[in-house]
């Protein structure tokens, strides 16, 4: 069984600054790409950004110059530190990642979601 939990959500002004961690435990051989998703109310969920294991970023337009994806594989964990944030940005965010289990099988796996609330 593999897990994603994230934390790190909250509410905060516009202008300012939240970080998101969400770290993979349980039947883990490798994690292969993590990333972070978005979905705003009565909108479809998209993409925020995502960072493979050797390190490279990629960032949905709306975000780029503001968010930043990093991760430590040896905590199988990813970040998203999220700066000038708007009210745009107000979406429950969601982890995912593509974990190998010790049966050598890949899946993608996702976390629970956490509420982001940017105010104006």
């Known amino acids: 069984q593999v897990q994603l939990v994230e934390s790190g959500g909250g509410l905060v002004q516009a202008g300012g600054s939240l970080r998101l961690s969400c770290a993979a435990s349980g039947n883990i051989f490798s994690v292969n790409t993590m990333g972070w998703y978005r979905q705003a109310p009565g909108k479809q969920r998209e993409l925020v950004a995502t960072?493979?294991?050797?390190?490279?970023?990629n960032y949905a337009d709306s975000v780029k110059d503001r968010f930043t994806i990093s991760r430590d594989n040896a905590k199988n964990t990813v970040y998203l530190q999220m700066n000038s944030l708007k009210p745009e940005d107000t979406a429950v965010y969601y982890c995912n990642a593509a974990i190998e289990s010790m049966i050598r099988v890949t899946l993608r796996y996702w976390g629970q979601g956490t509420q982001v609330t940017v105010s104006s």
């Open positions: 960072i493979t294991n050797d390190g490279r970023a």
